[in-house]
């Protein structure tokens, strides 16, 4: 089975195979499935989700905002389309690994 970085790799690649229509809402519609699915049936949490559960706080800090929105309505708001969202997502994503790995190595 894929780890969850995989699978957004794959996303990546190929987003309209995975999430019908390649924007940020399908992505952040497909991605609390994968986690229920995974919940159900029973899997444990792996280190890369409980990460991943991070991306919504860096984002903020990434782009100053402090109010309640989801990491998507803010990729969003800072995009032309949600097209455009996708993309920035992955950027976004890519670089948030990026600091996961060297704050893990920090520490």
Request: aromatic share 18%.
């Amino acid at each position: 089975m894929l780890d969850l970085y995989d699978l957004i790799r794959n996303i990546e690649k190929r987003p309209a195979m995975y999430l019908g229509q390649p924007d940020i809402s399908h992505l952040s519609a497909f991605l609390p499935g994968y986690f229920f699915a995974r919940r159900q049936s029973g899997i444990p949490t792996t280190l890369q989700e409980q990460q991943f559960s991070e991306f919504q706080a860096w984002v903020e800090r990434k782009f100053n905002v402090s109010y309640s929105q989801p990491w998507e309505k803010v990729i969003c708001f800072f995009s032309p389309d949600e097209t455009a969202s996708l993309q920035q997502f992955f950027v976004l994503f890519n670089e948030f690994v990026k600091f996961q790995t060297a704050q893990s190595i920090t520490h």
